[in-house]
């Protein structure tokens, strides 16, 4: 990973990231020091920008989500919509799962 516009030899390896592939990535409105992303991995993940490091993560069971199809940062919530129709919200604090609404759209929650 490497910042944009950074010379070829900055890239280096992150120590934490998603073990499947990111669906989503979503900025908290007003607000670029920290972004979260949405894998198919069942994880959600608060990264702060400026360090490109892992700053809090949410863990769903993978054998029970299918993958993330939005995401949005209200910057003290992480909200993600799901393929299983599912809404959840993570705490930006401590990634504790906060609430789930279930069947909130038949085919996924897509926006």
Not at 42 to 66: F, H, I, P
Request: aromatic share 8%.
């Amino acid at each position: 990973l490497a910042p944009f516009g950074a010379p070829a030899n900055s890239v280096r390896l992150l120590h934490e990231n998603h073990c499947g592939p990111v669906r989503c990535v979503a900025y908290a409105p007003e607000q670029s020091a920290m972004f979260v992303s949405a894998s198919e991995d069942g994880s959600v993940r608060l990264w702060d920008a400026s360090t490109y490091e892992v700053a809090v993560k949410g863990e769903l069971q993978v054998s029970l989500v299918k993958a993330p199809l939005c995401l949005a940062f209200t910057g003290e919530v992480m909200i993600s919509g799901w393929a299983d129709g599912k809404l959840r919200a993570h705490d930006a604090e401590d990634g504790k799962l906060l609430w789930t609404i279930d069947n909130v759209h038949r085919g996924g929650v897509c926006a």
